[in-house]
């Protein structure tokens, strides 16, 4: 079935600090790739996507770009904040496979960024 | 108020007790969801509904059972409680109208539940 593996945590950076978190993915034709995040104590919330190969999803300075050849999804950010602290969930869904309808997710890595 | 809304948002209670998640939304979606959230496990899906009568097991079904009342409201329960079921749930719903891999899930803001 569909899976999804996340880089270990948890990360600790420092402010400005240039952030990488790696995802693979394994999954029949052709998913689509999320990445969540989860500020503490709140429910998750969709942070970017790419529903294609090549696409690159971002938001709020975040960047992912769809790798089919490679099966990733990596989340990266140039200059990190101490606000952007939280659990990043990566995650597909895939009208082919096993995830048809809803999510399957990453186990998800814990970021902390220090003044 | 928020869309996707949970109660109780914390709850400590016994081995072999029954338990019932609530979960109400006003986005109109017709998908709803249960998660389980357990550290280093990420989100695993307990049971989803695309509808008021489609009830679908997830991965992790067992020890749980669901009840779609209304298009609003999906309830999560736990005939008798287990402490290994110890978790934080979410409930989410999603939109068919925007897409198959559309993918995006709006959450509740999660409850805790602890069986001792």
């Known amino acids: 079935g569909d899976s999804v593996t996340q880089m270990e945590g948890p990360v600790t950076l420092s402010e400005e600090a240039f952030l990488t978190i790696n995802c693979t993915y394994t999954?029949?034709?052709?998913?689509?790739l999320f990445w969540y995040v989860q500020y503490p104590g709140e429910g998750l919330q969709l942070l970017l996507k790419?529903?294609?190969?090549?696409d690159k999803g971002s938001n709020k300075g975040f960047e992912a770009t769809y790798r089919k050849e490679t099966t990733s999804f990596h989340l990266e950010k140039g200059s990190v904040q101490v606000s952007d602290s939280a659990v990043y969930f990566c995650?597909?869904?895939?009208?082919?496979?096993?995830?048809?309808?809803?999510?399957?997710f990453g186990q998800g890595t814990i970021l902390t960024v220090h003044p | 108020d928020a869309d996707v809304t949970q109660t109780p948002r914390n709850r400590i209670t016994k081995t072999g007790k029954r338990i019932m998640l609530e979960c109400s939304q006003t986005k109109g979606h017709d998908r709803m969801y249960w998660y389980r959230q357990d550290p280093g496990l990420g989100l695993r899906l307990i049971y989803y509904?695309?509808?008021?009568?489609?009830?679908n097991k997830g991965e992790i079904s067992d020890g749980y059972s669901v009840s779609r009342q209304a298009q609003a409201k999906f309830s999560l329960s736990l005939e008798s409680a287990i402490p290994n079921q110890t978790a934080l749930y979410f409930c989410?719903?999603?939109?068919?109208?925007?897409?198959?891999?559309?993918?995006?899930?709006?959450f509740g803001e999660g409850s805790r539940l602890t069986v001792l």
């Open positions: 790419a529903t294609k190969a090549d």
């Open positions: 999954a029949t034709g052709y998913p689509s």
């Open positions: 995650a597909l869904t895939n009208a082919g496979g096993t995830s048809y309808g809803k999510l399957t």
């Open positions: 509904s695309f509808d008021v009568k489609d009830i």
């Open positions: 989410a719903t999603s939109d068919p109208a925007s897409g198959l891999n559309s993918g995006e899930l709006f």
